[in-house]
């Protein structure tokens, strides 16, 4: 089975660099530019089901993605955005000037802490996991989805199927609307064969599905 992780695409808070989790933001001119190149790429491919989080933006870039193959769009509650609390909307350099004790945090224990008024990256990462797990059972092994969620819920995935520690969530780079490209084989084991956007190396470390 191959499960195409899609970031939804840009958003005025994205191209202004603030907090976006819970608040639910529509696509914006050149996040919908975004979402239907990667229609057009996603075309030429049989996909056999599209998934998306709750939130506008991420069912605004699946319903793009799956007109091409005259497909539905399945809400899956647990791939939205972390909750990003009393911190929604700020830009970094709010955050900077009203909660530097929490951003120093951050910077170095980011999986355990919470976010004033929010969630936990851990927290987010796991449920992240729980709802992509309940999305595969759903399907036989030779399918293609499209999975579309947001930047932490995919990072807590590719952290997960890497066996990288989720303080370590920076050592992967997710661009808006970029593809991730998961790999499950018959005997349940997971791999990642394309991050961002670009193609992996063979033997990219797994875990299993139970994992």
Not at 186 to 206: K, L
Request: charged content about 25%; overall charge negative; proline content about 5%.
């Amino acid at each position: 089975m191959q499960i195409v992780l899609l970031r939804h695409a840009a958003t005025d808070w994205n191209l202004e660099g603030r907090c976006q989790g819970s608040s639910d933001l529509e696509l914006n001119a050149t996040g919908i530019g975004q979402a239907r190149a990667v229609a057009e790429l996603l075309a030429g491919e049989r996909i056999h089901a599209v998934y998306s989080s709750r939130l506008k933006r991420a069912r605004q870039t699946a319903e793009l993605v799956s007109r091409p193959h005259g497909l539905g769009v399945a809400v899956e509650e647990d791939l939205h955005e972390l909750d990003h609390g009393q911190l929604e909307g700020l830009t970094f350099d709010d955050v900077k000037i009203r909660y530097s004790e929490f951003l120093e945090r951050w910077r170095t224990e980011p999986a355990e802490i919470r976010v004033p008024g929010g969630e936990k990256l851990v927290e987010v990462a796991e449920r992240a996991w729980n709802g992509l797990n309940r999305i595969v059972l759903r399907h036989r092994d030779e399918e293609t989805l499209v999975v579309v969620s947001h930047h932490f819920p995919i990072l807590g995935i590719v952290c997960r199927i890497t066996g990288t520690d989720l303080n370590r969530y920076r050592t992967f780079r997710l661009e808006p609307c970029s593809l991730t490209r998961l790999n499950l084989s018959p005997a349940r084991r997971w791999s990642i064969t394309e991050m961002n956007g670009v193609p992996c190396a063979p033997g990219t470390p797994a875990q299993p599905l139970e994992g």
